[in-house]
């Protein structure tokens, strides 16, 4: 696992760097999306360096991580319109080439099995990108979840439902209770994974995926045993790392060559 800590704006454009070298060094990339307020200054990112230096997203596919159940079709704030606000209608993604789960299916086992299908036949996901709730869920894999886990339905806690109210106008009852989400074991089965995490909100969080031992009741943690995790933090969302000193030495050293 590697931690680098930096500005949120430095770290925007370390996650876009790899975007970048995947989509420039790969045919048919396929990009695993996340939602929330994390990525967005990766996706601003992208966004600029389509518009100012040709950066094109043309070939690439995207899987979502997660989608609110019970939303009506079309909602505000519903993961897949919110993807096709912050990036798809911003770079030349095929929108047709964007899938997430299906949170308005009659039949939600079937819909979550051919979400994993669809994943698989795509190839995998080559590089996904991560938040990480202040509970340490990632998806919507909430504590307690199997760390053996597949897209499924999951019963989103108070805590969560109480952080994204912001998104609902500041309303918890109107966020959803339910979900549907990658399971621990599909977002392990992307090949890279890069976590971005600001604001001391997410210290305690950050700190037990990290550093903390792996456990159900802090479900990223999981990511611990993937070969190839990047976690991008800012100062305060590292403020209860205990080897920060460790961690800002070995980047400093770091050959530029590798980036992240
Ligand atoms: C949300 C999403 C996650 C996200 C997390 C943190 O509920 N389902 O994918 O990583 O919670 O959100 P934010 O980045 O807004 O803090």
Redesign the pocket.
Known sequence: MEVVIGAPDALARLAADAVQRLLEGTPRPVLGL?????PLAVYDELARRHAEEGLSLAHARGFL??EYVGLPPGHAEGYRAVIERELVSRVDLDPAAVRGPNGSADDVPAACAAYERAIVEAGGVDLQL????TDG????NEPGSSLASRTRIKTLTRQ?RV??ARFFGGDVDAVPTHCLTQGLATIMSARHLVLLATGRG?AEAVHQLVEGAVSALWPGTVLQLHPRVTVLVDDAAASRLQLTDYYRQTYAGKPAWQGI
């Open positions: 996340a939602t929330g307020s994390s991580l997660d991560l938040g990480i709730g869920h990632v998806g919507f969560t952080d994204n997410k």
